[in-house]
């Protein structure tokens, strides 16, 4: 009997046929779940397939219910008709854009030359956006672990969306490439923060740059709002963050306080001030940008200007050890002596020198591709 169940297991990654929850589905054999987008209004087909289902042959099993979870993902309006979703296909040379042009930007494509590309912001007053976002926070579920959907019914959210702009049979078209959006919390007494909480390009149009303009791009805009503070991202990727620092050290390489003789004299507040008012960059990330650009204008190879550097980007590094010592000194005035051998064991400093140049190495790393990606787009 286990033997034969076995056949109708399916990996769900595998089953799902997705054009532009659970692992493994129980109680079928030869799965396939469709979900095709038309490229602009994303109007959605979905379907699901398999050749047999467990209960049709044994009894006391049940089969998961794969439909009914994705449904509960899927957006309102999608139908399960290929014939519905042809005529749809029809209507998508309709589709027009929401919000207003933010940027227009092309991308030279081997196969298919110059590809043109343009960033709008949207809000929820644009007609038909409602259902247009519904269909499209999907695709967070599909590809990114720990996305959930938000409230976007709350006005203080801004919706940046990226299109190809592309001409067929006479007709220009759009398709959907990717989107960010940002909340715009309240800053004390008279200005807000937003905060990047989504970002995604879609799969076929990732490595191209999209993400870069699309930053950029969303930057630029609230740099010409004098209410906005800065602009921070709720729990960035790691990948997020090397995004973010590529723009903000391209933005900010032509500030007159990141000149070349003046990063050699240190992080300054004229760094953090011209930052933060020109281009609405926090202190935290002024220094990151100040650490790249000045690694740009030292030579590594000169033993002092080497030391220098290094020295000063550990002396950012250290800074949660630092923490850690002076918890430690607040542990030995409470700490019974064998809970103390325990903590100053986790704090051994041979161990916290190893780490911190682990940590150095790396960061160093991340800098000269972002330096060396400057240099691609000069």
């Not at 960010?180 to 490595?207: C, E, F, H």
């Not at 740099?223 to 391209?250: G, H, M, W």
């Amino acid at each position: 009997m286990e033997k034969k169940l076995a056949e109708y297991k399916c990996d769900t990654n595998e089953a799902v046929c997705l054009k532009l929850g659970i692992e493994v589905a129980f109680g079928y054999k030869g799965l396939q779940i469709q979900l095709y987008y038309t490229a602009g209004n994303l109007s959605t087909l979905f379907k699901v397939k398999y050749s047999s289902k467990v209960t049709e042959k044994f009894d006391c099993v049940e089969a998961d219910d794969i439909e009914g979870k994705i449904r509960e993902i899927s957006p309102a309006g999608f139908t399960s008709n290929t014939d519905d979703f042809i005529s749809l296909l029809d209507k998508d040379a309709n589709f027009k854009p929401f919000g207003t042009l933010l940027h227009t930007y092309t991308v030279h494509n081997e196969e298919a030359g110059e590809l043109t590309y343009q960033i709008y912001k949207a809000d929820m007053t644009c007609a038909g956006f409602h259902e247009y976002h519904e269909r499209l926070q999907t695709f967070l579920m599909w590809f990114i672990e720990t996305a959930s959907f938000i409230d976007a019914d709350d006005d203080h959210w801004d919706f940046f969306l990226i299109f190809e702009k592309y001409n067929k049979d006479g007709e220009t078209l759009y398709a959907t490439v990717g989107y960010m959006t940002a909340y715009n919390y309240y800053v004390y007494p008279d200005k807000t923060r937003p905060r990047v909480s989504q970002m995604l390009i879609l799969p076929p149009y990732q490595g191209e740059g999209h993400g870069a303009q699309l930053l950029e791009s969303v930057h630029r805009f609230y740099c010409n709002l004098p209410k906005v503070q800065d602009i921070t991202a709720e729990d960035p990727s790691e990948n997020y963050v090397k995004l973010r620092d590529y723009v903000l050290t391209k933005l900010c390489q032509s500030l007159p306080s990141y000149a070349s003789d003046k990063l050699q004299l240190g992080f300054s507040e004229d760094m953090v001030k011209e930052a933060r008012d020109k281009l609405k960059v926090n202190k935290k990330h002024a220094r990151r940008v100040y650490e790249i650009l000045r690694l740009r204008t030292t030579d590594m190879s000169d033993e002092e200007q080497a030391r220098d550097y290094r020295l000063e980007v550990k002396k950012r590094l250290f800074g949660p050890y630092r923490k850690n010592q002076r918890e430690l000194e607040k542990m030995k005035k409470c700490l019974r002596p064998e809970e103390l051998v325990s903590h100053m064991g986790q704090m051994d400093t041979q161990v916290q020198h190893e780490e911190l140049e682990k940590s150095y190495q790396e960061v160093v790393g991340d800098y000269r591709r972002i330096i060396e990606r400057l240099a691609a787009q000069a």
